[in-house]
């Protein structure tokens, strides 16, 4: 027979094999269990994913006193079959916390395309809920008449309506009510300090980065000497 023409796919694919096969190396001076000092993250990377992951967990925890407060605004329904105002704590609560987490899914954190403005507006909301909570929460504990809490008005209905007698049944409710607001209280708080110390370490990083690029030499400004001027005229 005659003589084979070469064929270089057979070579490159006998190489690759020999490549795939070929036992690890590993660098003379080293066990391999340095790697912990040479892989390091930067420390102004540190921390983020931590309160950004803790902002979003407690964020959605949050609807949960979120829907309990509603809940205690709207018992006019259930009580005297009226509509509740629809002014009340609860119920702007709930309003205010569906723009704080629609404004944070927008802001789509851990991702390139990550808008720290949209987070800011989820976490100002976030205070605002905070500090109308605690304001008007006093204001309605201390200084609202017992006959005129949502409390008092559920064990009327279930007094007169369900038959359940006896003031235990009253107590109980108060207790339910603070709950709520307690529970609102230890979630919300959180939530807006987590969220904050996130924003707070991302403007460090983005202002750190900035920094960086303008000490680095721009090759299109980089100034022409005199000389190589005249000659390339």
């Given amino acids: 027979g005659g003589l084979q023409a070469d064929n270089p796919h057979r070579h490159c694919h006998h190489h690759r094999r020999s490549v795939l096969m070929a036992p690890a190396i590993r660098p003379t001076g ?7 000092y040479r892989e390091k993250v930067a420390g102004m990377y540190k921390g983020m994913p ?32 009226q509509a509740p105002n629809p002014l009340s704590v609860g119920i702007v609560m709930a309003v205010l916390y569906l723009i704080a987490l ?9 991702s390139y395309k990550e808008s720290l403005a949209l987070i ?20 309605y504990h201390l ?21 359940w007698q006896g003031e ?13 607001d307690m529970l609102a209280l230890g979630f919300l ?25 303008k000490e680095e030499p721009d090759v299109n400004t980089t100034p022409v000497p005199a000389g190589a001027r005249r000659r390339r005229a």
Wanted: charged residues 15%; hydrophobic residues 45%; aromatic residues 12%.
């Fill in 30 to 36: 080293t066990d391999g269990s340095d790697h912990e």
């Fill in 143 to 163: 200084q609202t008449l017992p006959a005129e809490k949502h409390s008092h008005n559920i064990w009327v209905y279930l007094q007169y309506k369900q038959g």
């Fill in 168 to 180: 235990h049944w009253f107590v109980i409710l108060q207790y339910l009510e603070w709950g709520t």
């Fill in 102 to 110: 629609l404004s944070w899914t927008l802001a789509r954190p851990a």
């Fill in 189 to 213: 708080a959180p939530t807006a300090y987590c969220i904050h110390n996130y924003i707070i370490r991302k403007m460090n990083v983005n202002k750190k980065l900035a920094g960086l690029k």
């Fill in 120 to 139: 800011q507006i989820s976490n100002s909301i976030i205070l605002v809920i905070l500090a109308m909570h605690i304001c008007l929460g006093f204001k």
């Fill in 50 to 81: 931590v309160w950004r992951a803790a902002g979003w967990m407690l964020l959605h925890l949050s609807s949960i006193p979120i829907v309990l407060k509603l809940g205690w605004s709207l018992t006019p329904i259930m009580t005297m079959g």
